[in-house]
């Protein structure tokens, strides 16, 4: 059985995120999407929020079984949830020089784990949880992030918003 690991902060779950879950569920015969936390990152939602709006959307998954861990390298975690396989998502150079040099930290941490790597469609490949945030706020900002965020996810983000306005 082919078991993956895909993990993210999640803050929130976008359009990009489902994507290379969608892809996950297709190569692999389970997918693990975890939840990461980084002490050190300051985060929108709550741990709690975030595995909420990543139960709703990723409910039609039966294959999907969503989870968190703290403090830990992702191929441990991976190791613990008796993955083969880390997923891992390609957008820019930046991101392959930073997943290139991981790789390799993982291969030097446990062997028999194997790192995939998808490159998104050009449409998607810019979305990111920061770049959605970053559109909140300027006049029409929800017609612009509705298109890159599932609903579920762009009512948690208009709720932020209008408790932020107070």
Do not use: C
């Not at 996950?24 to 709550?46: H, I, M, R």
């Not at 191929?75 to 880390?86: G, Q, S």
């Amino acid at each position: 059985m082919k078991r993956a690991v895909y993990a993210g902060s999640f803050d929130p779950i976008t359009n990009g995120h489902l994507w290379m879950i969608k892809k996950g569920v297709e190569v692999f015969d389970e997918l693990v999407v975890a939840l990461g936390t980084n002490p050190e990152k300051k985060y929108t939602f709550t741990m709690d929020e975030r595995l909420d709006m990543m139960n709703e959307v990723l409910k039609k998954y039966r294959t999907v079984e969503i989870t968190s861990f703290e403090n830990k390298f992702l191929v441990h975690y991976a190791r613990e949830t008796h993955a083969r396989y880390i997923l891992r998502g390609i957008r820019s150079q930046r991101d392959y020089e930073y997943e290139r040099e991981m790789r390799y930290v993982n291969g030097d941490l446990d062997l028999n784990i194997t790192t995939v790597f998808l490159i998104p469609p050009r449409e998607i490949a810019e979305i990111s949880s920061s770049f959605v945030k970053g559109l909140v706020g300027p006049e029409g900002w929800d017609l612009v992030v509705q298109r890159y965020v599932p609903e579920t996810v762009f009512e948690r983000l208009r709720r932020w918003y209008n408790d932020r306005q107070g």
